[in-house]
């Protein structure tokens, strides 16, 4: 019986190693990238942790991929290869929201409004699209937002508002 227990010890601690590498190595290339692109670290975590909790291989119901839930349009689109590739789902992602950045004059709630949603309908309603999913979506991104200069809080307040 203690040898069992040992052995699940052992093979626990290995997968959190491999769980806290694949972490490291995700944080780093979201750091990178951010950077790089000009996008805070901070949203770029955020929509990480909305869209996967930081599971370099999850799939969603839908068949999004990866860190950053890359759709399989999306990812040719970027040049997105391998969406389970921590590199490449995170370099994607990363250049995505910096064409959304751009497209929407850098205003965050719009950004992750049209990640979560599209871009077509996000242009065309702005923030009076109240679809309750794209509002818990952008209200979650921007509570793990540590600076929200470009993530305003009072519209977000009027977009809940007409959701009730």
């Known amino acids: 019986m203690r040898f069992g227990v040992l052995i699940l010890i052992l093979v626990s601690s290995c997968f959190a190693t491999n769980s806290s590498q ?3 190595e995700a ?4 750091a990178t990238y951010a950077q790089h692109y000009g996008i805070p670290t901070d949203f770029v975590r ?11 291989c999850a799939v969603s119901a839908k068949g999004a991929v990866g860190l950053m839930q890359l759709m399989p349009g999306t990812a040719r689109q970027l040049n997105v290869s391998h969406r389970c590739d921590v590199n490449e789902n995170v370099s994607g992602g990363v250049r995505l929201l910096a064409w959304l950045s751009r497209r ?4 965050l709630r719009l950004v992750a409004a049209a990640y ?3 871009v077509r309908i996000v242009k065309l309603r702005g923030l009076s699209y109240a679809n309750p999913d794209v509002v818990r979506y952008v209200v979650s991104v921007r ?3 540590g600076d929200q200069r470009n993530f ?3 519209n977000l307040k009027h977009i809940q508002g007409r959701t009730r």
Do not use: Q
């Open 143 to 145: 509570a793990g937002v």
């Open 116 to 118: 979560y949603a599209g």
């Open 22 to 24: 694949s972490r490291r």
């Open 152 to 154: 305003p809080k009072s």
């Open 46 to 56: 955020a929509i990480v942790e909305h869209e996967s909790g930081w599971r370099r």
């Open 104 to 107: 929407f004059h850098g205003d």
């Open 27 to 30: 944080e780093y290339y979201v």
